[in-house]
């Protein structure tokens, strides 16, 4: 399927783009659809990396949400530009970063990766809520919540941050985890504080000490607490 033919007329919310096409052609690229709410390794083709164009939303200081897309190079989740419409044309320009406002994907991605891909400044809820959307929907829903959490605790929503948070350390993949189980245990810790749960923040302070020794063979030191 011709991005022509795809973007902003089909139903399909991500696509992935073949690796032999011509980089500097893209009205001629051969789109896959990809099914499902998500993008998610069930969807894609070999291990889930690549190439990807997934549905998203300029997001206006002005409140309005305007329909666009988004490229996207998973692992690292690299964003180098956006597709717009204008008029009957479609148009790929640099970055996520408009004069207008800011891209973000209006899709969940099943991936770990910078949570900050989901942040307009504009209005930190709307990647929020493309999240907490997609939650019900996620095949796996320790990614979403991952992202989730950071993002909620930035905007200082903390009760919700917790629940977040205790998506991914009880559904989450443990050889995903494992690395970052320590931080994640630290932030809830902190979170607890925060809403005044002592007895909680004291156990997830003792939960990020045994995973630190762990990963690192040793306990952690004051800066590291």
Request: charged letters at 25%.
């Amino acid at each position: 399927m011709k991005l022509l033919e795809a973007l902003f007329r089909e139903p399909w919310r991500a696509y992935q783009v073949p690796d032999d096409c011509d980089w500097d052609n893209f009205e001629e690229w051969n789109l896959q659809p990809l099914s499902g709410a998500t993008l998610a390794a069930e969807d894609v083709e070999d291990l889930f990396q690549g190439y990807f164009i997934i549905a998203a939303h300029l997001v206006s200081s002005e409140g309005v949400s305007q329909p666009c897309y988004l490229d996207l190079t998973l692992p690292e989740r690299i964003v180098e530009h956006r597709f717009i419409k204008i008029g009957d044309r479609i148009e790929r320009r640099r970055g996520r970063c408009a004069e207008n406002g800011t891209v973000i994907p209006a899709i969940g991605i099943e991936k770990f990766g910078d949570y900050t891909l989901f942040f307009a400044k504009e209005n930190p809820s709307a990647g929020i809520n493309v999240l907490q959307s997609g939650m019900p929907n996620a095949r796996h829903r320790d990614y979403l919540a991952y992202d989730l959490a950071f993002l909620l605790r930035d905007q200082k929503r903390y009760e919700e941050a917790i629940d977040a948070f205790s998506i991914v350390l009880e559904e989450g993949h443990a050889a995903e985890i494992a690395p970052v189980l320590h931080m994640l245990y630290r932030e809830r810790a902190q979170l607890y504080a925060a809403v005044g749960q002592p007895e909680k923040a004291e156990a997830d302070r003792h939960l990020y000490t045994m995973a630190f020794q762990k990963n690192y063979g040793h306990t952690p030191g004051p800066h590291e607490m």
